[in-house]
C-alpha cells in the first residue's frame, strides 16, 4: 500500500478512536428532537433567497495546466408554504466558468464543488406535503437526491466534492448538482431518534446529449430508475446513516463481457460532537466518518473513504467562523484498471480550510488542497491547489 494510503487510514483510525471515546456531554441535557408539525393553514407564507458564490481557484503546482480560473454559482430559491401541510420549492441554478478540474488539475473527485457545464438550469421545482402530525412527508417532483440523502453536515464548508456526497455514488449519475431529475421521496419519522427515507428518481437525469439546457425531462424503460433507502439513528450532538442505493437499467460492464442490472451501492456515515465550549454549546470539535462501496465490476470506483474535524467559533468573538481538515480517498476497481492502463489504485485529498463570516451576508473562505495520484495517473503530477470563495447571500443584508 502506498504512503498516502497509510496516512488516510491512520488518520480515519484516530477519528474512531477519537469518536469512541468522546465525551457523554452530561452537562448539557439533550435537545428533544421534535418532528415537524405540518404549518397551520391560516398561514401562508412566500420565502425566497439569492445567493452568489465566486472561487478564484490557483493550480500552484503539478496538474495538467498551472493557472487561476474563476468559477461562479447563482442560487435563486423559492418556497411556498400553504394550509394543511402543503409546500411547493423552486431552484433556479446558474454556473459559470466550469472546467477547472477537467483543465487544469486533472483530479478525478472535483476539488471545487461548483465547478460545472456553464449554464442556467431549473434545478428543482417539487411539491412537498407533511402529515400524520409530521410523521409523514412526501415529495414529488425534480429534486435533488443530495438535499435527502448522503448529507455530510459536518462536512458542508469544504469545497472538495467528495465531502458533499460520496463520489462511489456521484460517479453513477443520479439526480445531483448541476443536473437534477424527476422523483418522489418519503421520510418516514418513527421518533425523535430514528428515521427511515426512501425515493425513486429517474435514472438518468436530464439530456446527456444537450447538458446546457435549462430544463429536460425524458423518462423511458431504457434508463430505469435509481432508487435509495436511508436509515438514520440521531442522538446528542451526533448520527448514524446506513444506506443502499441502485439503478433497475441494464448497465456495461467494465470487462466488455455484456450487461448487468446489479449497479448498485452501500454507505456508512457517522458524525459526532467531540467538545462543546461551556458558554455556547453551538460552538466546538466536530467529526465525521463516511464509508462508501460500488460495483467495481460496472463503475471505476469500488470504495471511497472519508472524513475529517472542523471546529466551529475557532477565535475568540468570531464564533462563526468555521476551522477544518479533511481527507478523501478514492480507489479503482481491478475491472477499470485492467481496462484503462497507466491507472494507479487511488486519489487521495487533503483540505483545509477556514470559512470566516464577515457579515451576516458575507463570508470569505481560503481553501488549500493536496491531491495525491490526480485520478491515479502517474503521468499527472501531484497538484498544489489554493482557493478563495466568497460568498454573498443578498437577502440577508
Known amino acids: 500500500m502506498s504512503r498516502p494510503v497509510s496516512m488516510c487510514a491512520a488518520g480515519l483510525a484516530v477519528l474512531v478512536l477519537a469518536i469512541a471515546t468522546a465525551p457523554a456531554f452530561a452537562d448539557a441535557p439533550p435537545a428533544p428532537v421534535i418532528p415537524p408539525a405540518a404549518p397551520a393553514a391560516s398561514t401562508p407564507a412566500i420565502t425566497y433567497d439569492a445567493v452568489l458564490t465566486t472561487d478564484f481557484d490557483d493550480l500552484t503546482a503539478g496538474g495538467l495546466k498551472r493557472g487561476t480560473s474563476v468559477l461562479k454559482n447563482v442560487d435563486l430559491t423559492a418556497a411556498w408554504t400553504g394550509g394543511d401541510g402543503w409546500e411547493v420549492h423552486g431552484y433556479i441554478l446558474g454556473d459559470f466558468g466550469g472546467g477547472f478540474s477537467a483543465e487544469r488539475t486533472g483530479d478525478a473527485q472535483g476539488v471545487d464543488n461548483i465547478d460545472a457545464i456553464p449554464a442556467w438550469r431549473l434545478f428543482e421545482l417539487y411539491v412537498k406535503r407533511t402529515y400524520d402530525d409530521g410523521h409523514l412527508v412526501s415529495s414529488f417532483g425534480i429534486m435533488n437526491v443530495n438535499d435527502v440523502f448522503d448529507v455530510q453536515k459536518f462536512a458542508k464548508v469544504f469545497m472538495n466534492s467528495s465531502q458533499g456526497i460520496g463520489p462511489e455514488f456521484a460517479q453513477t449519475g443520479p439526480s445531483i448538482f448541476p443536473i437534477s431529475a424527476l422523483g418522489t421521496m418519503t421520510s418516514w419519522i418513527i421518533d425523535p431518534q430514528n428515521t427511515f ?77 467531540l467538545t462543546r465550549e461551556k458558554d455556547d454549546p453551538t460552538q466546538g470539535l466536530k467529526a465525521w466518518l463516511r464509508v462508501g462501496e460500488a460495483n467495481g465490476a460496472l463503475e471505476p470506483i469500488d470504495y471511497y473513504r472519508g472524513g475529517g474535524l472542523f471546529y466551529i467559533g475557532p477565535i475568540d468573538r468570531h464564533d462563526a467562523d468555521q476551522l477544518g481538515f479533511a481527507v478523501a480517498q478514492i480507489h479503482y476497481g481491478g475491472p477499470y ?61
Open 197 to 273: 427515507k426512501v425515493g425513486v428518481f429517474d435514472g438518468v437525469p436530464g439530456d446527456p446529449m444537450h447538458k446546457s439546457v435549462f430544463v429536460a425531462i425524458k423518462l423511458s424503460e431504457q434508463d430505469g430508475a435509481n432508487y435509495i433507502g436511508e436509515y438514520k439513528r440521531t442522538w446528542d450532538g451526533g448520527t448514524l446513516k446506513l444506506d443502499h442505493w441502485g439503478y433497475t437499467s441494464a448497465r456495461p460492464r467494465l470487462d466488455g463481457h455484456g450487461l448487468s442490472h446489479d449497479d448498485s451501492g452501500n454507505y456508512v456515515q457517522l458524525a459526532t460532537t
Open 337 to 397: 484498471r485492467l481496462a484503462t492502463p497507466g491507472i494507479g489504485p487511488s486519489e487521495t485529498d487533503y483540505e483545509l480550510t477556514y470559512q470566516a463570516a464577515v457579515t451576516k451576508a458575507i463570508s470569505i473562505q481560503p481553501d488549500i488542497q493536496f491531491v495525491r495520484h490526480p485520478s491515479g495517473r502517474a503521468d499527472i503530477k501531484d497538484d498544489r491547489i489554493f482557493m478563495l470563495r466568497t460568498v454573498i447571500d443578498f437577502m440577508a443584508f
